[in-house]
């Protein structure tokens, strides 16, 4: 089996895994509620997408 020679430092570690970071989210406001939500996608707390009702809501 193959095994390292050497041992790698904190900061090549580091720098090895800085690329694999999760990226955040892109949050756009409701235009009717003001909650934050996913671009293109229905709002969670008013149920509207593109100005009209599309998910009932318990208000």
Do not use: D, F, W
Not at 12 to 26: C, D, Y
Not at 28 to 49: D, F, I, M, T
Not at 52 to 58: A, G, L, M, S, Y
């Amino acid at each position: 089996m193959a095994l390292p020679k050497h041992k790698r430092s904190k900061s090549k570690r580091g720098s090895r895994q800085a690329h694999m970071k999760v990226p955040a989210l892109n949050l756009s406001v409701c235009p009717q509620c003001g909650e934050a939500r996913l671009p293109h996608h229905v709002c969670k707390s008013c149920g509207s997408y593109k100005g009209r009702t599309v998910i009932e809501t318990k208000e």
